[in-house]
């Protein structure tokens, strides 16, 4: 099982950012993907997730519109976009199938 995240991102405040997130090796289909994130010094902070079979999405409460997930089947690849960026959004985004297979983690910082 591989799962592959996209590369650092850097973001102005009010910018968005989109993070992407390659798996292979297991049924992407069959698990949900899960997004969590880290502060540096703080714990893991889950924002949302999608069932890759309906692209049904749910995300946490704090980040309700401003975040929306997307999944391309095909390429067995997830993406979340996160909207109107703050510096508190400043952290390790990771992707996680099946809460068992995590990406590498995506470092995203906001700042002007």
């Known amino acids: 099982v591989q799962v592959v995240q996209s590369g650092a991102e850097l973001g102005n405040p009010g910018a968005s950012v989109r993070v992407s997130c390659k798996t292979s090796?297991?049924?992407?289909?069959?698990?949900?993907i899960n997004w969590v994130r880290q502060v540096p010094g703080q714990g893991l902070e889950w924002l949302g997730r999608?069932?890759?079979?309906?692209?049904?999405?749910r995300a946490a409460p704090k980040f309700q519109g401003r975040v929306t997930f997307t999944v391309d089947i095909a390429a067995s690849t997830a993406f979340v976009v996160l909207e109107r960026l703050r510096s508190e959004d400043t952290a390790v985004y990771f992707c996680?199938?099946?809460?068992?297979?995590w990406g590498q983690g995506t470092q995203v910082t906001v700042s002007s």
């Open positions: 090796g297991y049924p992407f289909i069959n698990y949900y």
């Open positions: 996680v199938g099946a809460w068992s297979y």
């Open positions: 999608i069932d890759p079979e309906n692209s049904m999405a």
